[in-house]
C-alpha cells in the first residue's frame, strides 16, 4: 500500500498556488465503530483545548481565511457554521471517521476530507480545474467547476473540488478498512497547520479504530 508514491502536484497547480500545501494520511486496517469505549471523553478533552480563548482566536483566523477564499469563486465555506455549532455544543457525532475528520477540522481549523482509499481508481493529482468540468458528488449531484478551483483528481476523474465538496465514489462506509484524510491549505495557511490536523485524525483512527498509520505527510 503505497499511498504517498503516487501523489503529485500538477504544473498547474504549482504555477497558480505556489507553496501552498496539501496533505494526506492513510491508516490502514480499521474499523469505522459508532462509538469506541473511552471516545466520548477524548472528544471532550480535545473540545476543552479547541475553546481556549488564543486556541479559538487562531482557529478562527484560520477559518476566515478559508471563506474568504471560497468566496472569489463565489461559494460558502462550511467551516465558520461547524467552528459557531461545535464552540456551542461540542462534536456533532456520526461515526468514528466522519467524527475524526470534524475534530481534525476543527482543532485545527483546516479543511479536510475523510475518504475510502480502496475506492480511488490510480494515482492522485492536485490539479487546477478549467470552466465546466463536471464531479458526480455526495448525493448525486454534479458539480461543475469555475476556471481556478482546485481540485483532486485520481487517473479516471475529479474525486474532489476544495470549494464544492467530495465525490460519493469516494465516500467512507461501515465497510471501509483502509481510509484516507487529505487536507487543503489555501493561500495563508501554512502546511503545518495540516500536519496537525491530519496527525488528530491518524491517532484517532489509530487508537479508537484499531488501525495502522502509514504516515502522514505533507507536499
Known sequence: MEPFANFSKSSKYVDRYPGVAFGLTLISGCRNFLNPPGFDQYKRKLLRKMRRRETLK??????????????????????????????????????????????????SGILVAVTDFDRFEGALTLDVADEGEICRGMGGQAFRTKDGEIV??????????????????????EDARNVLFYGYAVPGVDGDHLRAGLTIAAETMSEFGEGTIEGVEIY
Open 58 to 107: 487562531e482557529i478562527t483566523e484560520r477559518i476566515e481565511t478559508y471563506d474568504r477564499f471560497f468566496g472569489k469563486f463565489g461559494f460558502e465555506c462550511p467551516l465558520p457554521k461547524h467552528l459557531k455549532r461545535t464552540v456551542n455544543s461540542g462534536f456533532a457525532r456520526y461515526n468514528l471517521m466522519v467524527d475524526a475528520h470534524f475534530m481534525a477540522e476543527m482543532c
Open 152 to 173: 483532486l483528481r485520481d487517473e479516471k476523474e475529479i474525486v474532489c473540488v476544495l470549494c464544492q465538496g467530495a465525490d460519493e465514489k469516494t465516500r467512507v462506509t
